[in-house]
Structures are given as structure tokens and as C-alpha cells.
């Protein structure tokens, strides 16, 4: 994936006799994306061949192109130049209509860096569009980006940025793609390189010989069912549930044999949306989740907006540290309408829908919290009310939160970024963003302490869940369910029933007591793998 182009400087002005042809290879640059994309178009089918057709025809708008050359033969702007800014003049328009032409926003910008890479001679930006199958390399990728692959034919995401539990890798899981991020020298890589992205170890291999190529194809063949009840050896139960992104990735959950939704991240369904959806948008898209778990739990999260998941329409542009700012559950101190129309919402999907339906906060940090979101739920009917434990303020006051609620699940991804005070997006801090980290295991027995002296359940719902090793130790600190990409429920699944539950409490007792997160994993490992062998 080419890198964005930066906006190109205000040159000083072109001498009149060269104002003619640089305003000529403005409409031949138009003229040229046009023609890539079309062509690209009547290679693709479906929703992908409508989007490039219709941003063919606005890289020819007539509209556009003369805006622009009049910048350059009446102001003397450079190509490049010209076409930004002429671009900048739409778009400001746009945004100001709002509803469906501010959304044709980012359509226009994609054009704006398609014509000025032409310009300058550069690749076209932004996602490839392929039609033969491909590994996508990328300096790193926007959860909007990712949202937009298509997992037929991208076969494998690597990225130099990123953490892994960064929201990409998370929609990587989410496509069942293969993934490995912060892998530093990956854009030195060859274009048409064939290379072998092994997402279990994070290698990547380079050329591979015949003989790797088989045991790779070998191994993705391998896959582990679930029998759709999550228990150790000696019958005690975990719920073994599944995260979801969107309504697209519920068949995946069903055909796991998912015991139900433990996350439904419902910010991923409006990345793309630069208003606020409006009810019955949002009652057709929860519904749907819904309706593949009847009878099932499905436990569904109010907007988790901010931070690296900005939605056009709550998150401020400005923060200066977005981790810590105005995200997740803070976006309803601003905008409470918002959060009132979600729950309205969930009410009514809810109601239409056979599911044991369970509604959380994200990123809850105080008791107050906690009070006011419960209380904002009763006033919608929903009465199975929980929050979201990720930061170590909410781990322990998690007693006094959970006499204020009905469960929570422990979101270990932010709860290991903010205990350990690194950023999950950066690829060099992976070591200390480790759930192992003894830190951030005493932070998790915290609340599920909590959860058992009140009797309610605590779950985890961070990618923690997704280890199949320390799946064993979040059931010995007390967690009451794992919930995971659905393709990590065969393996977390197979473990636990390789042990039983008085193991995995010795080896948490182990684990937490470790000096580090490489000791407590030997710990565990000691105490769980040998009766598996
Ligand atoms: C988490 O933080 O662990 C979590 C489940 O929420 P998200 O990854 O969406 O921030
Ligand atoms: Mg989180």
C-alpha cells in the first residue's frame, strides 16, 4: 500500500508562457486516473465495482478539472497545487451540506491523492485493488482501511506499525486474516515478493522453498473445532463466546459454535459515517447480530469511539493525546444524545430479537460512571447492564462498580495499554504491553475477586482471551467467561479441557506471583503443560 501523499507546498507562481501546459497535464493526469479506475471497475464485481466506477467519474467531473486549471492559468498554481486546492473548495462545501455529501468526502480526497500521485509520478495511493489474491504490506493501516479489504482476495496483513492488539490487528482477526504488525524492514519488501505470513508466530517468510510452501499449506488446513460448550477437564464451565465487528462477521461466530456474542464492537458498523447513524439504521444492524444467537447471550457495547477508532461525527480532530482523552464512555459526558439514541436502539432490536441481550460501557473509570450509564439503561427498558473494566482505576474499584451493575468483562487490551502506560499501537512497546505482564494479572484478579464476592460474572473480552495458555489462568483468577475471534475458540477450547480448574488456579497463583511476564508464562506453562501431554 503506497504511503498518502503529503499536501503539496504553495509554490511561487508559474510563469504565464508554462501556465498552458501545466494546466494540459492536469486534464491528461485526470483523464489517466479516470481510465485506471474504470478499468479497474470492469475487473471486480459487486459493491467494490460500484465504488470505483463512481470515483472514475468524479476523477472526470468537468467541474473539478476547470477549477483547477483556472488556478493555474489565472494564479499560476502548480498542478499539483491547483488540484489540492481545488479540491479543498469542494470539500468544504460538502461538509458544510453535511448527510450524504459530507460522506462523499473521503471518495473526493481518495481522488485529490490519486490525480496529484499521477502528477508526481508516483503509484496511486491507498488500498490496492487486485483481482488475483495478495499479501497487503502497509506502513500502517486505519481501521477504515481495514474495514475495507476484501478477505477473498487480500490473503494476509503485514504492517511496520501497529501493536497487537492494535484495532487493525483486532479487524484482521475480525476478516480471518492472518496478520503481523510492527514488523519494522517490512516495506523493503519486493513488490511481487512471494512471501509465506505466519499471524501464530508473527514470521514471515521470504521466498520460501517448496517444502515450506507445503507445510504452510499443511498447517492451514489444521483447524480445531469447538463443540459449543467451553469446560476444563473436570466439568467446570466457561463460556466460551465471540467478539464481533459488524453484522458481516456474525456467520463466522455461528459457524464456530460460538456460545454467544461477549463483544460486540458496534463503532466498527459506523466507521465510515461522517453523521451520527440514525435509530432505525442502528435497530437493523444490531438486529442482525441478534438474530444469530436466539436464545444466546449477546452482549453489545455502546460506542468505543476515540483514541486510534475516531468517528467522524464524536471524536474532536485536536486531541493531543488521544489514549487519554475524550473516548469511549467520556463521549456521552459531551454528547449524550448519542448515547441515548444507541441504547433506544438496542431496546428496540432487542425486543425484536430472541437474544439474551446484555448491554456495556466502554472504558469506564469511576463509580459515578458506572451509576449513570445503569441508570440510562433502565430508562430504555434494558435491564442486563455491565461495564467494560479497562483501566486500573475501574479493576480496583471493581467491588463497588459491580454493586452498581450486573456483570462486567475485562477489556485486557486498554486495561494492559494503561496499567503498563503504553500505547497499544506501538509495535516497540509489545514487551511491555503483554497481558502476561504480572502488573496487569494482578490488576485482572482484582476484579474477578470482586465479580465472585458479589456473585456476578466477570468475563474477558481483550485478545488475552484468544491464548489458549493464559485463557487457563483468566478461568484460575475467577473470569466466569473468554470471549474471542471466533477462530481462536477450537484452540483456547482444546486447552481447558486439557487441564483441570484447581490447575489453572495454582498456575494464576503462580503467574501473578512472577517477577515477569516471560517468568509467569514458564510458571504456567510448568504447571499446565505436562498433564496435557
Ligand atoms: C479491550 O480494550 O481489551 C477491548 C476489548 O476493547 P477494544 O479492543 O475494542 O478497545
Ligand atoms: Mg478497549
Redesign the pocket.
Known amino acids: 500500500m503506497q504511503e498518502p501523499v503529503d499536501e503539496p507546498g504553495p509554490a511561487v507562481a508559474l510563469p504565464l508562457r508554462e501556465r498552458a501546459a501545466a494546466a494540459e497535464r492536469i486534464v491528461a493526469a485526470a483523464a489517466s486516473v479516470a481510465l485506471a479506475l474504470r478499468d479497474k471497475a470492469a475487473r471486480v464485481s459487486g459493491a467494490a465495482r460500484g465504488i470505483l466506477e463512481a470515483t472514475a467519474l468524479m476523477a472526470a467531473d468537468p467541474g473539478l478539472i476547470d477549477a483547477a486549471v483556472s488556478r493555474v492559468t489565472g494564479q499560476g498554481h502548480t498542478p499539483e497545487r491547483a488540484v489540492w486546492a481545488a479540491v479543498g473548495e469542494v470539500t468544504a462545501v460538502f461538509k458544510e451540506q453535511g448527510g450524504l455529501l459530507a460522506e462523499r468526502v473521503s471518495d473526493l480526497h481518495d481522488v485529490r491523492n490519486r490525480i496529484v500521485s499521477e502528477l508526481l509520478g508516483r503509484p496511486a495511493p491507498g488500498l490496492p485493488y487486485r483481482v488475483e489474491p495478495y499479501v497487503l504490506v502497509a506502513r500502517d493501516l486505519a481501521p477504515a482501511d481495514t474495514a475495507l479489504i476484501d478477505p477473498t482476495v487480500c490473503r494476509a496483513i503485514v504492517t511496520v506499525e501497529g501493536g497487537p492488539t492494535s484495532h487493525t490487528a483486532i479487524l484482521a482477526r475480525a476478516l480471518g486474516l492472518p496478520a503481523v504488525v510492527a514488523a519494522r524492514d517490512a516495506m523493503d519488501l519486493p513488490e511481487g515478493s512471494v512471501v509465506i505470513v505466519d499471524g501464530t508466530t508473527g514470521e514471515i517468510v521470504v521466498a520460501p522453498t517448496d517444502e515450506q510452501v507445503l507445510r504452510a499449506e499443511e498447517q492451514i488446513r489444521r483447524v480445531i473445532t469447538f463443540d459449543g460448550a467451553g469446560r476444563t477437564r473436570d466439568g467446570h464451565r466457561v463460556q466460551l463466546l465471540a467478539n464481533v465487528a459488524s453484522p458481516d462477521s456474525v456467520a463466522a461466530a455461528i459457524e464456530a459454535n460460538a456460545e454467544g456474542v461477549g463483544l460486540f464492537r458496534t463503532e466498527f458498523c459506523f466507521l465510515d459515517h461522517a453523521e451520527a447513524p440514525g435509530l432505525d439504521e442502528q435497530v437493523a444492524a444490531y438486529r442482525q447480530v441478534f438474530a444469530g444467537f436466539p436464545g444466546k447471550k449477546v452482549t453489545i457495547r455502546t460506542l ?1 469511539a476515540g483514541a486510534d477508532k475516531p468517528l467522524a461525527f464524536v471524536t474532536a480532530a485536536d486531541e493531543v493525546n488521544p489514549a487519554l482523552g475524550i473516548r ?1 464512555y467520556r463521549t456521552a459526558w459531551q454528547r449524550p444524545e448519542l448515547l441515548d439514541t444507541q441504547l433506544q436502539a438496542i431496546a428496540a432490536a432487542a425486543a425484536a430479537e430472541d437474544a439474551d441481550v446484555g448491554v456495556m460501557a ?2 469506564i473509570a469511576t463509580v459515578d460512571e458506572s451509576v449513570d450509564f445503569a441508570a440510562r439503561c433502565a430508562a430504555h427498558g434494558l435491564h442486563n447492564v455491565g461495564v ?1 473494566i ?1 483501566t486500573p482505576a475501574a479493576a480496583i474499584t471493581a467491588g463497588p462498580i459491580l454493586e452498581r451493575v450486573d456483570f462486567a468483562s475485562l ?1 485486557t ?2 486495561l494492559a495499554q494503561y496499567t503498563m502506560a503504553a500505547d497499544r499501537l506501538m509495535g516497540e512497546l509489545a514487551l511491555l504491553n503483554d497481558p502476561w505482564q504480572p502488573a496487569v494479572l494482578r490488576m485482572i484478579r482484582e476484579a474477578c475477586q470482586a465479580g465472585l464476592a458479589a456473585g456476578k460474572p466477570v468475563g474477558v473480552c ?1 485478545e488475552a482471551a484468544a491464548d489458549p495458555m493464559l485463557a487457563a489462568i483468566l478461568v484460575g483468577l475467577g473470569a466466569t467467561s473468554l470471549s474471542m475471534s471466533p477462530r481462536a475458540l477450537g484452540g483456547v477450547a482444546e486447552f481447558l479441557r486439557g487441564v483441570t480448574v484447581d490447575q489453572c488456579r495454582d498456575a494464576a497463583l503462580a503467574a501473578v506471583a512472577a517477577g515477569s511476564a516471560d517468568a509467569a508464562r514458564s510458571a504456567a506453562a510448568l504447571l499446565l503443560e505436562p498433564t496435557r501431554a
Open positions: 468505543d469511549g466502554p472504558m467494560m479497562e477489556g487490551n486498554d481483550g
